[in-house]
């Protein structure tokens, strides 16, 4: 007598996770996958920096070690291990400047209006008003603000990933270029990810490279250079 062996089971339906617990990891890996994508571009921007731009790199360096802000991102960088999720596995695909920049536009507006000199009489911070008039607590507005970033991010994304003909907006390959915020070099000429001391201060000369014109877009306007 002969039996048939019955079908593999679902894995989702086996062991004592349920089929939610799998989509929450499935969401929260799409969450690190996202964070790792980005880290990386972003290293890969400030080593380019380096090593094109010695001078300038170490002028940046200088300029934001001592700030409160760049060592708090360091510590966080040691203490949640961000290296290790870096440089394991293959190298991540590039995510394009311009998804860091409109995820990164809305926060930097926040804080823009929230610091600046007059920003308790003639700029609030965007959703104040709305939030007063509704009676609504403004961490609410924020959380509806964040996820609708979330979503035309997404929608932008997936515009930014439609073949492009090429020509103008396509280097030949079926790769994107897009130059840095000097106009100079390309998303896939970057150099490979370097692993070591300078990783964390490498993000920090990408993030530099990729969000300054949005920095400064965003900057005082009696701010001027140094003579």
Same mark, same amino acid.
């Given at each position: 007598? &002969? ?5 593999? @089971? ?12 799998? +989509?929450?990891?499935?969401?929260? $890996? =799409? ?11 972003? %290293? ?6 380096? *090593? +094109? ?55 930097? *507006?926040?804080?823009? @209006? ?7 009489? %003639?700029?609030?911070?965007?959703? =104040? ?14 959380? /509806?603000? +964040? ?9 932008? &994304?997936?515009?930014?990933? &439609?073949?492009?003909? *090429? $020509?103008? /907006? $396509? ?5 994107? &270029? #897009? ?27 990408? %993030? ?7 920095? #400064?877009?965003?900057?005082?306007? %009696? ?5």
């Amino acid at each position: 007598m &002969t039996t048939t062996a019955p079908p593999p @089971a679902d894995p989702t339906a086996t062991g004592p996770l349920t089929p939610t617990d799998h +989509r929450a990891f499935g969401f929260l $890996g =799409q969450v690190n996958s996202c964070l790792r994508q980005c880290l990386c571009t972003l %290293a890969r921007h400030g080593l380019s920096l380096r *090593q +094109r731009e010695p001078a300038r790199a170490r002028v940046l360096l200088d300029t934001v070690r001592p700030w409160p802000l760049y060592k708090g991102g360091q510590f966080l960088f040691d203490l949640m291990e961000w290296e290790d999720l870096m440089v394991h596995g293959d190298p991540p695909p590039l995510m394009s400047a311009e998804r860091i920049i409109s995820a990164c536009t809305l926060p930097v *507006q926040w804080v823009a @209006a929230a610091t600046a000199e007059d920003s308790a009489a %003639a700029k609030p911070i965007p959703g =104040q008003r709305t939030a007063v008039a509704f009676d609504l607590p403004l961490r609410l507005l924020a959380t /509806t603000a +964040r996820a609708a970033l979330q979503g035309a991010t997404q929608d932008f &994304t997936d515009l930014l990933g &439609t073949p492009a003909p *090429q $020509g103008e /907006t $396509g280097n030949g390959t079926g790769h994107d &270029t #897009a130059p840095d915020a000097d106009g100079e070099g390309a998303d896939d000429e970057l150099p490979p990810l370097e692993a070591g001391f300078y990783l964390y201060e490498d993000i920090a000369l990408g %993030a530099l490279v990729v969000l300054g014109p949005l920095l #400064a877009d965003n900057a005082p306007t %009696a701010t001027t250079p140094p003579t």
